[in-house]
């Protein structure tokens, strides 16, 4: 089979926030089966248009939903999808706000006729930029500190400098960041290649000094409450959507850039861009293009 145009299960992962591991479980249940999987090798292959889809499985899950019910929901239309919803929120009312939070949203986008496509997405062409790095492997749980604390440590680091800031703060993950997965996470600040350097020797265990390529990216902006969690995974999703959708391959980690930030999150203020690095897909040529 020609796997030119489907997303290796590594991409495909990382472009609808499930684990490799949660792929495989949802193969072996039945309820997002590859659209190939390699007789020799057994590596897994997906279509593009399967993304949404494993973007709803992913939704439903994160409400807690049983594997066997998301395995009969997949299927259903926005009706159905909705009143299924209501019925599991009215059966969490004991459960943990954020779990609350993330049903509340799910249902919203589904109701909307199950577009995931919110958000109007720009491509934003970056040039080459030297970062400043304070990188951590976090959970959800954890992530607010680390950032919080990598930033007072980056931003003390680059006073000494001083360095020049070419632009705004800006976090990359490497993988899932959720309750129940951890990932890499960086949190980086972008300075002057050609000024002043970070002194050798000084940088803490965990800092570093990273450069990297220029590079395309689907950006979407959100604001206030829309850039707090879980609102803001839609920004995610429309980026990622956008990416697959126009035949492009992933680049690189997600950034979260902080474009305005009040210091609170949910702060009406706050401006956040989520920006996915993409190139051409390979053995696409032209056709990726539009």
């Not at 593009?48 to 997949?74: H, M």
């Not at 492997?137 to 500190?145: A, P």
């Not at 000024?195 to 206030?224: F, H, I, M, R, W």
């Amino acid at each position: 089979m020609d796997t030119t145009k489907l997303l290796p299960i590594g991409q495909f992962a990382q472009a609808v926030g499930l684990t490799v591991t949660a792929l495989r479980h949802y193969d072996t249940t039945g309820v997002l089966p590859p659209a190939h999987v390699d007789p020799d090798t057994g590596y897994r292959w997906y279509r593009r248009d399967q993304v949404r889809t494993a973007q709803l499985i992913r939704g439903l899950r994160q409400a807690e939903v049983p594997v066997e019910r998301v395995r009969e929901l997949v299927g259903a239309d926005a009706v159905e999808l909705a009143a299924a919803l209501g019925a599991h929120l009215r059966d969490a009312e004991r459960r943990l706000e954020l779990q609350r939070a993330v049903v509340h949203s799910l249902w919203e986008r589904i109701s909307e006729g199950v577009d995931m496509d919110q958000h109007r997405v720009t491509v934003r062409q970056s040039d080459a930029e030297r970062v400043l790095v304070r990188a951590a492997t976090v959970d959800d749980h954890g992530l607010d500190t680390f950032l919080r604390t990598a930033y007072q440590e980056l931003y003390t680091l680059a006073g000494r400098g001083p360095l020049t800031f070419t632009g705004p703060a800006f976090v990359r993950f490497h993988g899932l960041c959720d309750d129940e997965n951890a990932t890499l996470v960086e949190a980086c600040l972008p300075f002057w290649a050609d000024g002043a350097q970070p002194a050798e020797g000084e940088l803490p265990e965990g800092t570093y000094v990273k450069d990297l390529p220029a590079n395309s990216a689907a950006c979407v902006e959100v604001a206030g409450e829309a850039a707090a969690f879980p609102a803001i995974l839609t920004a995610y999703d429309s980026a990622a959507s956008w990416v697959t959708d126009h035949g492009f391959a992933f680049a690189g980690p997600v950034r979260m850039i902080h474009r305005r930030w009040a210091g609170v999150v949910g702060h009406p203020d706050n401006r956040v861009e989520i920006a996915w690095p993409f190139e051409e897909a390979a053995g696409e040529g032209e056709g990726a293009s539009r």
